[in-house]
């Protein structure tokens, strides 16, 4: 097997729906929605004379249907997903810290027994 490279892995899951299944998707919803709003008009009409509030709702239905259908279907493709959520980020290494710095007092990196401020031991 091959080492992967340290760089940044795309997750598939992130990734949009094909434009083919979106406006098909897009499609049956308007096509649903307008089902519904001719069933209603029919409704309305058949119910005017027998019950009059619910042939009402139903126009009311048959009437602002076609816009809310219309504003679905050309609503348009969803939103992308973020770029900090699509990837997933390389692991972070540990900063190594500076060496601390050596006092006065100790002996210099040699060991020879002589002091930095200059007196010897």
Do not use: C, H
């Amino acid at each position: 097997m091959r080492k992967q490279s340290g760089g940044e892995v795309f997750r598939i899951t992130g990734a949009r729906q094909g434009l083919a299944d979106d406006v098909r998707g897009r499609q049956r919803r308007y096509v649903i929605s307008m089902s519904v709003r001719t069933v209603s008009v029919v409704l309305a009409a058949v119910l005017w004379n027998v019950e009059r509030y619910v042939a009402i709702v139903a126009l009311a239905l048959g009437v602002l249907l076609p816009y809310v259908a219309v504003v679905i279907a050309n609503a348009g493709r969803e939103n992308t997903p973020s770029l900090p959520s699509t990837f997933v980020p390389a692991p972070m290494r540990p900063v190594l810290d500076a060496a601390p710095v050596a006092s006065a007092a100790e002996p210099g990196p040699e060991g020879d027994g002589v002091r930095r401020d200059g007196e010897s031991t």
